[in-house]
C-alpha cells in the first residue's frame, strides 16, 4: 500500500515493555517473524503515543490531526533473502481518533480500533487509561520521569535500551487479509529517550493467561519521548509466504 510522507510531532510517547519467554511469543507470531531477544528474553509491550500536527508532509503543520494512540507491539526478526531484519510486530492498534479509524488500512498502515483514552500529565508524572469501544483492550499506566531503569530491567542501561528501541523503528501491522502485514517506518529527528519509573501497570493483553502462561511474562520497564518531530514512511507489505507486495 503507498501513502504519502507523514509528518508530524510526537508529543509523548510511552513505550511500556515486558519480558516474556521466547517460546510464547513464537507461538503468538505469524510467519516469517521470530522474537528478538534481549539477554535471552523476548520483549515486547505497548506503545502509547500522543501525535500532534500529523498530516502529508506537503500541508503545512495547522492542518494536521492529533490524537491519542496505542500499539500493542512485539520486538521481532526475519529474512528477507538472506539478510536478518528487525523492527515489531502490531497485532493492535487502538486510537481516540475516528479518522483514523475509518482509515486505517487506508490512508494509514494496519486495522485501528476505537478506544477511550483518559491522560492526566503534571510535573513529569503521567497517567493513561484506556478501554476499546469493543472490550478488547484496557491498559493503564502511571508513573513518573526518572534518570535510571529498575534494577530488575534486562536492558543494562538506558542507552542499551534506547539504542534497541531506535532498532525497531520499522513495524508491521495486522490487516483485514489474513497473513498480509503493512509496513511502517519511524524517522525520528531527535531521538532521546528518558526513563519512567512505573507506580501502576495493568494490561488486559498481557494479563490474559490464556496467552501468557502464569509466570510466562514480566513487567521490565518503561520509556519516554517527549518532543519529536518526525516523519512515517510506508513500507511494502508483508506476507506471510515471505514475498513482498508492491
Known amino acids: 500500500m503507498k501513502i ?25 507470531l505469524p510467519a516469517p517473524f521470530r ?15 500522543r501525535l500532534k500536527h500529523l498530516r502529508p508532509k506537503f500541508l503545512p ?20 533473502h538472506g539478510e536478518t531484519k528487525e523492527g515489531v510486530f502490531v497485532p493492535r492498534r487502538d486510537t481516540s481518533s475516528m479518522i483514523n ?18 491522560v492526566q500529565e503534571h510535573d513529569d508524572h503521567f497517567r493513561i ?8 483492550t484496557h491498559l493503564l499506566v502511571e508513573g513518573q520521569a526518572a534518570e ?8 543494562g542501561s538506558l542507552s542499551e535500551a534506547s539504542g534497541f528501541f531506535e532498532r525497531g523503528s520499522l513495524g508491521y501491522s495486522v490487516t483485514t487479509k489474513p497473513g498480509q502485514f503493512d509496513g511502517l517506518e519511524l524517522r525520528s529527528f531527535n531521538w532521546q529517550v528518558h526513563a519512567l519509573d512505573v507506580k501502576n501497570v495493568k494490561s488486559s ?3 490474559n493467561r490464556d496467552l501468557f502462561p502464569s509466570g510466562s511474562v514480566q513487567f521490565d520497564c518503561a520509556l519516554l519521548m517527549q518532543g519529536i518531530d518526525h ?16
Open 129 to 136: 487509561e484506556l478501554t476499546s469501544d469493543d472490550g478488547h
Open 35 to 49: 522474537p528478538k531477544l534481549v539477554n535471552g528474553s523476548g520483549m515486547a509491550g505497548v506503545c502509547l503515543i
Open 148 to 155: 535510571k531503569l529498575p534494577q530488575h530491567s534486562v536492558f
Open 205 to 207: 493483553f498481557f494479563e
Open 61 to 80: 503543520a495547522f492542518l494536521g490531526l492529533s490524537s491519542e494512540n496505542a500499539a500493542h507491539r512485539i520486538a521481532v526478526e526475519w529474512d528477507d
Open 4 to 28: 504519502p510522507v507523514i509528518r508530524g510531532l510526537i508529543d509523548r510517547r510511552i513505550l511500556v515493555n515486558y519480558r516474556v519467554q521466547p517460546d510464547v511469543l513464537t507461538r503468538l
Open 231 to 246: 516523519e512515517w514512511h510506508g513500507r511494502d507489505c508483508l506476507c506471510s509466504g515471505y514475498d513482498r507486495q508492491r
Open 101 to 118: 479509524t475509518l482509515l486505517g488500512g487506508r490512508l494509514f498502515p494496519g486495522m485501528q480500533s476505537h478506544a477511550e483514552f483518559q
